[in-house]
């Protein structure tokens, strides 16, 4: 019989060997893998900044001085909050508002941009109602915006209804004005130029504003 003693050494050599080329082999696919980033130190990680619990912006109301004007008030009221107060007729030739109204957010993104020198974007919520995605965005680029001192203008058809109950119906469309926010921007203060009662404002949840938004848009 042969002794196995004799092979317990060429066994040790041959799996201590294979254990390296294991390790060597996942060394090198591990580094493969991660590519040149692996040769950097580790990125830092950062947090996006949390919006403010509550905050509402000083504007100036103005109700709409004729039925096709509810675009240039809503954007007058917008454009207060930074300290401009043009006339509605100023704001209207600016949008180019016929007697059939203000065509789009477009055209209320690219005024608030020329008269107040901030960076407002266009957001369409083009199905008949919004999503929770759809929701979630307008909520976020709300709080964004008026953390930014930046008010928002709403492009909204159809019936919304506010957080007493009260429901608002424009069936050919209407533009009001996002002057503040609550609980993180899960409900919005909304300036509103065709209701002049008081100050013209009422609050009303995201999702309420985001569904009477749909297939409009708005600018932030």
Known sequence: MTSLTRWLPAITRTTSAKTALTAAGIAVTAAALAGPAAAHAAPTMTTAKKPAKDKELQYQYRAQENYYY?????????????????????MARKLGTTTSGTNSAEDTSRVLKEVT????????????????????????????????????????????????????????????????????????RVADPADPRGDGTYWMSTINLANWIAERGYSS
């Open 117 to 188: 020198g901030k960076d407002y974007k266009t957001t369409a919520i083009r199905g008949p109602w919004a999503t929770p995605a759809e929701m979630d965005r307008l909520q976020a680029d709300v709080a964004e915006a008026i953390d930014k001192d930046k008010a928002v203008i709403a492009n909204v058809r159809g019936s919304g209804t506010d957080t007493y109950g009260t429901t608002r119906s424009y069936p050919g469309g209407h533009y009001v004005t996002v002057v503040g926010y609550q609980d993180e921007g899960r409900k919005v």
């Open 70 to 90: 509810c675009g240039p008030a809503a954007a007058r009221i917008a454009a207060s909050t930074n300290g401009q107060t043009p006339s509605q007729d100023d």
